[in-house]
């Protein structure tokens, strides 16, 4: 494996910390995979004292990740400044070392809320919920035509919110209360900051030995920002904390049911809330989860998809309404088809039932060509790991080059094009008409891979999914005719911030026209 070698011990690899112009070609996964056509797919690096690792194919990273052979690539590094200044302790399970806390909170996270059964069982009722109201908005602030432009990541935010502050601690967000949304909009302001200043080569210092870091920090101004980040998260998981102790406790008691005028909707209500995180947490008698331990749930739940999945719809929009206007239609139809041409059983049951193999490719295809997270979430080896012919040693960290991967020629032909078919296997039928299901065998890496894969992408592919069918049942694209340019769709060149841990797209239009109701109801 080689090193690519730079010729200060210390400093080696800090100038790729030092953000550029802001060009889509600065972009780290772009220099890493740049290193990789001289080095080859995997090399290591030194930046300031760590050993890293960097893979950038498809293939080499599937072996380093996912391998039967590669063990003890499983944890993720410490760094001082996201670590011990921003978090003081508390993290979100992607964020945790690996260790028994770790293991207690993923395997309690994924059985009470992110896994299939309770995606299936569960969950799509709130996500369904949340979208019809997110939808009503949007029409109702429009009057037949709607302009969507960057109000739609807001709105999705808010969306991803509300699901994730239901289930977690059956908390109703309601944006239109001007109080609820002062503090949504806080926590989305919190939480982007946090992405922001948290990318693998953002924070230099955390490279350098302990004495050099300490001297540069008492210097440095970054303490004083991560600490009000820090207050500012903890004030709203206290307050969430609290709410869902009352709510526990009012339902132990009884009172509960004396905001209710109709008892029956009471106890159903009721035994949903008992569904929630929190009500579990403090249901458990047994207390097999520490208080840590279900902090770092609740913020795994809050923060974990707040960006990624409305950037990722933002940029699916994006695609589908400003270049693909054919590809929206085709999948208006496939709904249509999966629900017998019947509009009204299509948008209520395309949460619960998934039927529509084309948006399944309309979500896979966004997911990779956008790459949310290019290089991933960094990790950690706990043990040697074997590499062809070289060691890896433990300790070692490793980056993931995800927009590398997703867009490695040899498994995505014209990687840079947006071709929900390459996801598709087509049969033709009896009556020569064209079937679609999912071809199981192409796998993209944007919600990483092997055993820290996100936790969260069955939830989120399913909040993608309900979003896409329902805006593309509702909406028609309504291209504009004069005068607008059309931004770029190649993802890091809409980026804002191609230093940050996430691709953030600039702000475009995307205009949009409600479908013809009358036509609806008669089609259905
Ligand atoms: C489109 C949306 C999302 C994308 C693209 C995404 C992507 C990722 C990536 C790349 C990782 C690192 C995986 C690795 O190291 O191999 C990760 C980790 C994780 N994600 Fe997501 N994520 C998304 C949404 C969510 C949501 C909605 C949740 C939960 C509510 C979630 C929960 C997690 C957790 C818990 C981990 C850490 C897993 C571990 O370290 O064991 N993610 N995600």
Same mark, same amino acid.
């Given at each position: 494996m ?38 080859g797919d995997v ?17 080499s990273?599937?072996e380093l ?7 003890? +690539? *499983? ?12 978090? %003081?302790?508390?993290?979100? =399970? ?14 309690? #996270? ?9 995606? +299936? ?33 807001? !709105? ?33 302001? $919190? ?20 004495? /050099? ?42 009172? #509960? ?6 008892? @029956?909707?009471? #106890? ?53 309404? +400003? ?10 139809? !496939? ?9 009204? %059983? ?22 990779? /060509? ?16 074997y590499y062809k012919d070289s060691i890896i ?7 993931? *080059? ?8 040899? %498994? ?16 033709? +039928?009896?009556?020569? !008409? ?9 796998? &993209? ?12 992408? *069955?939830?989120?592919?399913? @909040? ?20 607008? &340019? ?7 060149? /809409? ?5 940050? /841990?996430?691709?953030?797209? =600039?702000?475009?239009?995307? &205009? ?6 009358? !036509?609806?109801? $008669?089609?259905?």
């Amino acid at each position: 494996m080689a090193h690519v070698y730079t010729p200060f011990p210390i400093l080696n690899g800090l100038e790729m910390m030092i953000p550029k112009i802001k060009r889509a070609e600065d972009s780290f996964c772009l220099q890493f995979y740049r290193f990789s056509k001289i080095y080859g797919d995997v090399y290591q690096i030194h930046i300031g004292t760590r050993l890293i690792v960097v893979a950038n194919s498809f293939d080499s990273i599937k072996e380093l990740w996912a391998s039967k052979n590669v063990k003890g +690539n *499983n944890s993720r590094p410490l760094g001082y400044s996201f670590h011990k200044v921003l978090s %003081k302790g508390v993290y979100t =399970i992607g964020t945790t070392p690996a260790g028994e806390s770790y293991k207690n909170a993923r395997k309690n #996270i994924s059985e009470n809320v992110l896994c299939e059964k309770r995606n +299936n069982d569960f969950n799509y009722v709130v996500m369904n919920k949340f979208c019809d109201l997110m939808i009503d908005r949007l029409i109702h602030n429009s009057s037949d035509k709607v302009l969507i432009s960057n109000s739609i990541l807001r !709105e999705t935010q808010y969306f991803h919110l509300a699901v994730a502050l239901w289930l977690t601690y059956g908390f109703e967000f309601n944006p239109e209360d001007p109080a609820h949304k002062i503090l949504a909009d806080k926590i989305i302001v $919190v939480e982007n900051k946090i992405t922001k200043v948290r990318s693998h080569v953002q924070n230099s210092v955390d490279y350098l030995p302990f004495l /050099l870091r300490k001297i540069i920090s008492l210097f440095s101004s970054k303490n004083e920002e991560f600490n009000e980040l820090y207050i500012a998260r903890e004030q709203y998981l206290e307050l969430f904390c609290s709410y869902s102790k009352k709510l526990y406790n009012d339902i132990k008691t009884g009172l #509960i049911f004396q905001s209710y005028k109709d008892h @029956e909707m009471a #106890i159903n209500d009721v035994e949903d809330l008992k569904q929630t995180l929190m009500y579990t947490y403090f249901n458990d008698f047994n207390k097999r989860i520490t208080y840590e331990e279900i902090t770092s749930e609740c913020l795994t739940m809050v923060s974990a998809g707040l960006d990624n999945t409305p950037l990722n719809f933002k940029y699916g929009l994006h695609q589908l309404a +400003n270049y693909h206007p054919e590809i929206w239609e085709q999948a208006y139809s !496939e709904l249509m088809n999966s629900y017998d041409g019947n509009y009204m %059983k299509a948008y209520d049951e395309c949460g619960a039932t998934m039927k529509c193999e084309y948006i399944k490719a309309i979500v896979q295809e966004t997911l990779r /060509l956008f790459t949310v997270l290019p290089m991933a979430l960094p990790r950690e080896t706990t043990s040697d790991i074997y590499y062809k012919d070289s060691i890896i040693p433990k300790g070692t960290t490793l980056f993931l *080059n995800c927009w590398a991967g997703n867009h490695d020629k040899k %498994k995505f032909p014209d990687p840079m094009k947006f071709v929900p078919e390459r996801w598709l296997i087509t049969i033709v +039928n009896d009556k020569m !008409e064209k079937q679609y299901s999912i071809d199981s065998n192409i796998k &993209h890496l944007a919600f990483g891979i092997g055993c820290r894969m996100c936790l969260g992408y *069955n939830f989120a592919f399913r @909040e993608l999914y309900i979003l896409f069918s329902k805006i593309i049942l509702k909406f028609e694209p309504a291209r504009k005719t004069s005068g607008s &340019h059309i931004p770029s769709d190649n993802p890091l060149e /809409l980026n804002m911030y191609p230093e940050s /841990l996430a691709i953030e797209p =600039i702000d475009f239009e995307i &205009h949009l026209k409600v479908r013809n109701q009358y !036509e609806l109801i $008669v089609s259905g």
